[in-house]
């Protein structure tokens, strides 16, 4: 049966081809599209583990990209993954301290986004193709650090797309910021936000909702699409590397075909793991997917008692990427918990908007045995940054810290893959204080020089780029801002 997707929050609504999913990137009721069906991978896993990451991404993603043509998805692939990584694996997977860590820091902006942020231009533009699309595509992203630069990266220059990206200007790293900064590209747009993330999301989806201003911009020529995790077109990528990390023990002869192994994902909009639990529906044997927090630990709570509360106070972290008080892929996963239930779902979606909570019925708290949840402080992420560099010299960022930190009671459950999500580099003055419980040195360059010589490693190419390029003049706006802000850079030629 052919795959169309669908809203998590209104069953009546028309279904759409992935590639119009794609396309909207939110569905017109404000839900989030989800495939009609989980296709099942027929493959033997050990057939599985023979192929090249490309090849796995293929016969992953083709049953639920089935408007693209065979042709057009394995072009769109061969862009996606090639020399832009400086690790021909794409996705290693290495051992240390008595875990795996799948290193999905390899990209362009060396954090996990460039595995899916990669590929999604180039299913956008032949989305685009496909449907004949005559408009500008305008991508709208609230970032919490590394979506914003891997976005802005996959789409710089690409023709018919401008992409306009908003960051919380307190809650993103030094590094991460001047990524941002340095970006190319006369199509890309960035804006820090006196807020933090969950005003720019809650912003951005408030305008992808705005239905005069919608039809404003049609009459200027353009579409909003996304390149958040809403969008299905980002999800779905995911999904490849924990099938290939699967592999990859396979063929290490670390595990045999049909073992089950747990994984441990650093979260913060829950689209990560929620391609590990669409990986286990499609037959990967998963025993748990560990959900590691940090200080803000909505979601362990949320695991641990079946209640939602993001009325609570928000804290910057030493891993900003998960200072997220708004999970916006749990709907997702809501609407598995329900039985794929539109009206639960939308009612609790609801329900978090008006009441900042909700609870969900025991029938669906039964359903979560798939997951394991836990958090790290920031005393102990520190701590776990200079547990595994002392035990082999390996440094690790904050937020692989925080899923190693909470992946160690379930070590000796199964083989533990830890989603290492972003390089040390991004956080030179974090890692260093944990290594050393010293202060780091205030300017980004010294602050990587100094971790360099500590750790020894080669500086990426992202670092070297960031060391030689002069930034753009950092521009700061009110939340309230956005809306106005995207009209002059639309509208103001
Ligand atoms: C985005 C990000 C995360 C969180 O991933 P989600 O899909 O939002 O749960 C974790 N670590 C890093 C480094 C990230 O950039």
Known sequence: MEILYQSTRDPLAKKVTASQAILQGLSPDGGLYVPTQIPIIETPLIELAKLSYQELAFKILKPYLNDFSTQELQTCLAAAYGNNFDNPAIAPLTEHAGAFYLELFHGPTIAFKDLALQLLPQLMITAAHKNQLEKEIVILTATSGDTGKAAMAGFADVPGTKIIVFYPKNGVSPVQEKQMLTQTGNNTFVLGIDGNFDQAQTNVKKIFNDQSFKQQLDLNGYQFSSANSI??????????????????????????????????????????????????????????????????????????????????????????????????????????????????????????????????????????????????????????????????????????????????????????????????????????????????????????????????????????????????????LAPEKMKSAIENILFDD
């Open 231 to 476: 969008n299905i077109g980002r999800l779905l990528p995911q999904i490849v590397y924990y099938f290939y990390a699967y592999s990859q023990l396979l063929t290490a002869g670390k595990i045999k075909a049909g073992d089950k192994i747990n994984f441990s994902v650093p979260t913060g909009n829950f689209g990560d793991i929620l391609a590990g639990y669409y990986a286990k529906q499609m037959g990967l044997p998963i025993k748990k997917l560990i959900c590691a927090s940090n200080k803000n630990h909505v979601l362990t709570d949320f695991f641990n008692s079946g209640t939602y509360d993001r009325k609570r106070p928000f804290y910057v972290t030493s891993s900003p990427s998960m200072d997220i008080l708004v999970s916006s892929n749990l709907e997702r996963l809501l609407y598995y918990l329900s039985d794929k239930n539109s009206e639960t779902t939308r009612h609790l979606m609801e329900q978090l908007q008006e009441d900042g909570r909700y609870r969900i019925t025991a029938a669906m708290q039964a359903k979560l045995a798939d997951f394991a949840a836990g958090f790290a402080d920031e005393q102990q992420t520190a701590t776990e940054i200079k547990r595994i560099f002392k035990i082999d010299a390996t440094a690790v960022d904050p937020h692989t810290a925080v899923a190693s930190n909470v992946a160690q009671p379930w070590l000796t459950t199964a083989p533990t893959v830890i989603i290492a999500t972003a390089s040390p580099y991004k956080f030179p003055q974090v890692v260093w204080s944990a290594l050393t419980d010293s202060a780091a040195s205030k300017g980004t360059q010294k602050a990587l020089a100094q971790l360099k010589n500590l750790i020894k490693v080669p500086y990426p190419p992202a670092i070297k780029m960031l060391l030689t390029t002069t930034s753009r003049a950092k521009q700061t």
